[in-house]
């Protein structure tokens, strides 16, 4: 059974920075593809950035510069360090695994930006 658990959400000041992180158990976030998505309110999830195997990374135009996709072979979790949040960036933020074809999605983690 896969399983994803996302963290590190709460209430920042517009310009601040936050890390969420993505712990993952069923399966390796070092040959699986791993992705962030986020929801605001009233909107599509949409798509954010993504880790492949190997050493490839994906970014929406919306994100690139700065947010930052990394991961931990050791903890077997995936990370999103995001900076200079912008109230748009409000939103509940989400990890989705991929395994054998099937997609995998944590419960999520909000994320408040306040000016």
């Known amino acids: 059974q896969v399983t994803l658990v996302e963290s590190g959400g709460g209430l920042v000041q517009t310009g601040g920075s936050l890390r969420l992180a993505c712990a993952v158990s069923?399966?390796?976030?070092?040959?699986?593809?791993v992705a962030w998505y986020r929801q605001a309110p009233g909107k599509e999830r949409e798509f954010l950035a993504a880790?492949?195997?190997?050493?490839?990374?994906k970014y929406s135009d919306n994100v690139e510069g700065r947010f930052t996709i990394s991961r931990s072979m050791v903890k077997n979790e995936v990370y999103l360090q995001m900076n200079d949040l912008k109230s748009e960036d409000l939103g509940i933020y989400y990890c989705k695994g991929i395994w054998r074809g099937n997609d995998f999605w944590g419960p999520g983690t909000q994320v408040t930006v306040s000016s």
């Open positions: 880790a492949y195997p190997g050493a490839n990374w």
């Open positions: 069923g399966m390796s976030v070092m040959t699986n593809v």
